[in-house]
T-cell receptor, first 113, second 115 residues
Framework: DVKVTQSSRYLVKRTGEKVFLECVQD?????MFWYRQDPGLGLRLIYF???????EKGDIPEGYSVSREKKERFSLILESASTNQTSMYLC????????????FGPGTRLTVT | AQSVTQLDSQVPVFEEAPVELRCNYS??????LFWYVQYPNQGLQLLLK??????LVKGINGFEAEFNKSQTSFHLRKPSVHISDTAEYFC?????????????FGGGTRVLVKP
């Protein structure tokens, strides 16, 4: 079974802090994605990566950056957390660009106070 | 660009009753269509997908969906729900001809199955 893990289920940070959200997949997948999930808005794509050291902006990249130094790990970085970044963050992966199914981690609920 | 509209944000339903979750999309190009389910405190998992061929698609846990190109819809149905179907359901699309598998999601429909 594909396993996508996220470093924390719940996280509370203060405004202005630098925040790292980590995602690891154990199936040698090429593609990885970061979404945020908000009520009524569904999932919105923040950043994605098709290969190590590659990254592309999604639909809402402002205020975020990412890092992919190793194939299995994709990190989401909030350079200076703000209260409007309080949300559920979901990581996903797929084997390659032609794959249809995305495999999701359990999510990290981030609260910025 | 694509967009997805899920017309109902919440659907309460009694156990063993049928349920239909509505999804409409807009796109200037042909698309693939998906339904994902998110059980409480879990990530999303794929219920079913439409790529091509028969417009009636069957998925896991007794769910099915029908693709209607003229109405740009992909509604999800189950003839008899269980308590365990309580979850949030997301409709999603991606461009069929694009290299890459970016998904665009709808806002989600929360299903609450009552005993």
């Amino acid at each position: 079974d594909v396993k996508v893990t996220q470093s924390s289920r719940y996280l509370v940070k203060r405004t202005g802090e630098k925040v790292f959200l980590e995602c690891v997949q154990d199936m040698d997948h090429e593609n990885m994605f970061w979404y945020r999930q908000d009520p009524g808005l569904g999932l919105r794509l923040i950043y994605f990566s098709y290969d190590v050291k590659m990254k592309e902006k999604g639909d809402i990249p402002e205020g975020y950056s990412v890092s992919r130094e190793k194939k299995e790990r994709f990190s989401l970085i909030l350079e200076s957390a703000s209260t409007n970044q309080t949300s559920m963050y979901l990581c996903a992966s797929t084997p390659d660009r032609s794959s249809y199914e995305q495999y999701f981690g359990p999510g990290t609920r981030l609260t910025v106070t | 660009a694509q967009s997805v509209t899920q017309l109902d944000s919440q659907v309460p339903v009694f156990e063993e009753a049928p349920v239909e979750l509505r999804c409409n999309y807009s796109s200037s190009v042909s698309v693939y269509l998906f339904w994902y389910v998110q059980y409480p405190n879990q990530g999303l998992q794929l219920l079913l997908k439409y790529l091509s061929g028969s417009t009636l698609v069957k998925g896991i846990n007794g769910f099915e969906a029908e693709f209607n190109k003229s109405q740009t819809s992909f509604h999800l149905r189950k003839p008899s729900v269980h308590i365990s179907d309580t979850a949030e359901y997301f409709c999603a699309v991606r461009r069929s001809k694009a290299a890459g598998n970016k998904l665009t999601f709808g806002g989600g429909t929360r299903v609450l199955v009552k005993p």
